[in-house]
């Protein structure tokens, strides 16, 4: 019975993981946040779908002016934003053993048992936010969201809006958290 609450509790965590990406901002303290008024895009990212990347830019665009911050033309821009999507490959191993619990706590006892392995290869997927500011052209703020890649769209519609909500929670840096 131990065991099974134990796994019920296990799924629920990663379950709860797959749901909830990694989220990392950075900044420049020396940018004047305060004084950034308009953007543009200067690299919008590549999706697999342009689908996905039309939700990403439409994201990020309604997080930058419900602060107030307007979409202009690349020329008369405060800031400029970079984005980029990459993927990547990694696996995780699983080894189980099952077999007689012969032999108590110590190194005593014997018995026939096996172990069952198994490698799952899965994505990850990153999305990169860079701000430059385009009178200094010096980068002043980057948001990473990394997450695995679901293989449902909706999944995938869910963690990508999570993930810009995480990462523009509390922009501009120094203010309080968005509610």
Known sequence: MKQLALGMLLATMLGGCATSPTVTT????????????????LKKPEANSPLIQQRIVSAVDAKLQARGWRQAAESSADVVLVANVATTQKQSIDTFYNGPAWGGWGWGGMGMGSASTTVRTYDVGTLIVDMFDTKTKQAVWRGTASATVPSSVEKANTLVQAGVDKMFATFPPGSAPAK
């Open 26 to 41: 950075d900044h420049d303290p020396a940018a004047q946040f305060g004084s950034y008024q308009t953007y543009a895009w």
